[in-house]
């Protein structure tokens, strides 16, 4: 069985800030990790993923995210934001071995502050 | 390239009644899954189809139900309509599962009432 935590259920920063949203995974075996945005009124869209390649993930839009295994965690991060960041950021980790059904976190909302 | 079409966008049923949601996937996706989002359970997975054939269900009552056809045109449909059926429902479908990511659509949003 595989789980997803992510702390916090907001994060406020103030453009310009360092975002740092936080994700933390349960998995039996080796797991791929996604960081998925989601705007008003719209679907979900991929912005970076971890197939057991590098650990360090570039995405789009000037985020990337670290794997690391010691920690079961897959933290995404952008050095600076910008108001149009504001959004609802999910962490999902799904079983390569298994059925490939990813399971999502229950989100975070990026709020900026001008 | 088109994206993940969903139709229609917004739908309003009464309870008790029946519901039909289409997703047509990118050209060359194959697998097609359907999601749940509410605020009170998150996204919570429904089935995914794969060449005409379900391959992957989710924990939801018969009522929910899908299929796909022969060119990975994907429908669900919601029989017995309940209040809390109302939510955001998702298309994804990605090449041929989801370990690489999907490309989800804009959702179809179904109140009941």
């Known amino acids: 069985a595989q789980s997803v935590t992510q702390l916090g259920s907001h994060v406020s920063v103030s453009e310009g800030a360092l975002v740092l949203l936080r994700c933390n995974y349960s998995?039996?075996?080796?797991?791929?990790l996604f960081w998925y945005v989601q705007y008003p009124n719209q679907g979900l869209q991929l912005l970076l993923k971890?197939?057991?390649?590098?650990?360090l993930v570039k995405g789009i839009n000037g985020f990337e995210a670290e794997f690391k295994k010691s920690e079961t965690s897959f933290h995404l991060t952008k050095p600076s934001a910008h108001m149009s960041d504001a959004a609802e950021y999910f962490c999902?980790?799904?079983?390569?071995?298994?059925?490939?059904?990813?399971?999502f976190g229950r989100g975070t909302s990026l709020i900026v502050h001008p | 390239k088109a994206g993940v079409t969903q139709t229609p966008r917004y739908l309003i049923k009464t309870r008790g009644q029946q519901v039909t949601l289409s997703c047509s996937p990118i050209?060359?996706?194959?697998?097609v899954s359907w999601y749940q989002q509410t605020p009170g359970q998150g996204l919570q997975f429904l089935f995914e189809?794969?060449?005409?054939?379900?391959?992957n269900k989710g924990n939801f009552p018969g009522r929910f139900s899908g299929r796909q056809f022969s060119n990975s045109r994907s429908e669900m449909n919601v029989s017995t309509l309940e209040l809390g059926d109302s939510a955001l429902y998702l298309c994804?479908?990605?090449?041929?599962?989801?370990?690489?990511?999907?490309?989800f659509g804009s959702g179809t949003r179904l109140t009941v009432v």
């Open positions: 050209s060359g996706h194959r697998s």
């Open positions: 971890y197939t057991s390649a590098a650990t």
């Open positions: 999902a980790v799904s079983d390569p071995g298994g059925s490939y059904i990813p399971t």
């Open positions: 994804a479908s990605s090449l041929e599962s989801g370990d690489y990511g999907y490309t």
């Open positions: 189809y794969f060449s005409e054939t379900q391959r």
């Open positions: 998995s039996s075996v080796p797991p791929y």
